[in-house]
């Protein structure tokens, strides 16, 4: 497989784990605060934002870029607990 050709294949994966988690949260399948939805977002987005690097595509990058930040940001921020 030529490189072109394996990018197209991980855009692809990341396009659709980035969907499923979208889709889930839409669909009432899936928690927007759940760790599921944010490692799907996370991996998703850091492959594309890859992807959009070569060539450079900025607005790619930026979105990508954030969209990985913010969902790390949600999967590492500590918990709240909630006392009784």
């Known amino acids: 497989m030529d490189m072109a050709m394996a990018r197209q294949v991980a855009s692809l ?3 659709l ?3 499923l988690a ?3 949260h839409q669909m009432g399948w899936m928690d927007s ?3 599921l939805y944010n490692i799907l977002n996370a991996i998703g987005s850091a492959i594309l934002g890859y992807v959009a ?3 450079f595509q900025m607005g ?3 979105l990508e870029g954030a969209w990985v930040l913010i969902s ?3 999967l590492l921020r500590p918990k709240k607990v ?3």
Do not use: E, N, Q, T
Request: hydrophobic share 60%; charged share 10%.
């Open 60 to 62: 790619f990058v930026l």
């Open 22 to 24: 979208y889709g889930g």
């Open 13 to 15: 994966f990341a396009a």
């Open 33 to 35: 605060r759940s760790p």
């Open 82 to 84: 909630v006392a009784r």
């Open 72 to 74: 790390l940001y949600v």
């Open 53 to 55: 690097l070569h060539p």
């Open 17 to 19: 784990m980035i969907l």
